[in-house]
């Protein structure tokens, strides 16, 4: 925290802190059912008729904070108006925010074994992030990545550096 911080700044900041321990928590779990995968990054591209991510807007909001700046035209875009729709933080076949990925990316593997638990997982981490969302008394959405993304710079507190670009929206 630092000084001059706003009310709302510290309630995100702390929302954050909170969601990241959640996501070791979520690392610690998963790791059993997290394996064989070859890291081709193929699930970060979202390919028109496969699965998408959806976020809680904690979630968006720890991606901006993870201060990675993107430029892509199709932040804030709805799901329907997107032709391709690879996440902006996808580096190659690398995540580019992997600290600060969400629940989505935590608990997602295209190898089915093992899909019951992990989805197990996904719902019960996404019910915590609801309860963070609740006790901090920050805004609340589930969203396509995108969209979500798009969504969170209009809830943010303006000190953040904003940093994603895209047109329609106006530099973080
Ligand atoms: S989970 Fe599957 S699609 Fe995703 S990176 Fe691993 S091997 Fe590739
Ligand atoms: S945040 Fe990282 S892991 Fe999640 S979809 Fe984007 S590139 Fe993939």
């Given at each position: 925290m630092a000084t001059g911080d706003t009310p709302d700044m510290i309630r995100w900041e702390t929302a954050i802190a909170e969601l990241l321990a959640l996501y070791c928590r979520l690392d610690e779990e998963i790791r059993p059912f997290a394996?064989?995968?070859?890291?081709?990054g193929n699930c970060c591209?979202?390919?028109?008729d496969g699965p998408m991510l959806y976020l809680t807007a904690i979630e968006a909001a720890a991606m901006v904070f993870s201060g990675r700046s993107v430029e892509s035209a199709s932040i804030g875009q709805p799901i329907s108006a997107l032709s391709s729709r690879p996440c902006?933080?996808?580096d190659g076949c690398r995540c580019g925010i992997r600290k600060y990925r969400a629940i989505g990316c935590r608990t997602f593997?295209?190898?089915?074994?093992w899909e019951n638990e992990r989805q197990r997982l996904h719902e019960d981490y996404l019910i915590e992030t609801r309860l963070i969302e609740n006790r901090v008394q920050i805004s609340s959405f589930y969203l396509p990545l995108h969209e979500a993304l798009g969504e969170i710079k209009n809830l943010l507190p303006p000190k953040w550096k904003l940093s994603f670009q895209s047109k329609g929206h106006n530099a973080f």
């Open positions: 394996q064989n995968c070859r890291a081709d591209r979202f390919e028109p902006p933080f996808l593997f295209c190898n089915p074994k």
